[in-house]
């Protein structure tokens, strides 16, 4: 493995960030010829150039931005280490790391983890929330950066332990003039002869109401692709689609937008939520503690 400086990886960073050396010498308190000096070194370590300087300043070549790309997320992740270190010194006895599907974080599992942090035995616990797609997370908690993965629980666990937590209902969101706001409940098929706000393809959800228009021998055509439950029920109030959406969610956005919500028949709309951990999580207390919690919330 390369000896990589941390110290010059950061000034470089840093002239990347002001676009040239100059600049980013004074914000670092140090003489440009350092700079220079520290990133040729850098790149003899490495074998390749990093920088193009020109009479304009200096930027990074396509190397040297994908050098770039690793050093924000090397300096993130130190700084999360700093915080983690010093919130124990401030009194913090435990640390969760949960990571959880979009689904999960815009149903019910905010409230959940709000509501163990309020209890008072549990004041001195720290707990961080990231989204990750569903195999993201599992390898998330498979490879111990994680503590906690909350998804599906059709999701394939590779060996992970997994316990249920929350189970929601899946239904189809239109505009309240839509040719179907007039239905009580709907299969999914019917909603096929309709163009539909979907989620990126790389989420649970995508893929699931692709296999069930499969098995009806139909396709779903897309009039957009959103990122996020919000961005869907924003475009479904514009009259411009319909979109699969967990009823829980659509109850906020129901009172805000002119928005129905007709609840999906078919077996698959019935969701159920795990939650996955290793074994190695059992041996801490904070942990177990909100684990224990949240699978008292099973539903």
Known sequence: M????????????????NGNIK???????IEPSAISKRIAQLED?????????GRMGAEPTPAGQTLLEHIR????????????????KGGIKGHVRLVASASAIA?????????????PENRDIKVDIEEHLSIDLIRAVSSGSASLGVCWDT???????????????????????HPLAKKKTLKFAQTLAFEHVGLSPHT????????AAAQDGKTIVYRSVVSNFDAAFRVVAANLGVS?????????????????????????????????????????PAVMRLLEFLQAKRS
Request: some cysteine.
């Open 155 to 177: 999701a394939g666990f590779e060996g992970l332990e997994h316990v249920p937590y929350r189970s929601d209902q899946l239904a189809l969101a239109v505009h309240n003039e």
């Open 45 to 53: 370590v490495l074998g390749i150039q990093l920088l193009v300087r």
């Open 244 to 284: 699969v959406v967990p009823i829980q969610v659509g109850a906020t956005y129901q009172r805000m937008f002119p928005v129905t919500l007709i609840p999906l028949t078919d077996t698959w709309a019935k969701r159920n939520f795990a939650i996955c951990f290793s074994e190695t999580v059992k041996h801490q």
């Open 2 to 17: 390369r000896d990589l400086d941390l110290k010059s990886l950061r000034l470089f960073a840093a002239v990347c960030d």
């Open 107 to 119: 149903e019910s599992l905010l409230d959940d983890v709000a509501a163990f942090m309020r209890l």
């Open 23 to 29: 600049d980013a010498a004074l914000q670092e308190h």
């Open 204 to 211: 649970a959800v995508y893929r699931l109401l692709q296999k």
């Open 73 to 88: 997320t090397l300096m993130f992740t130190l700084q999360r280490i700093e915080g983690d270190i010093d919130s124990f």
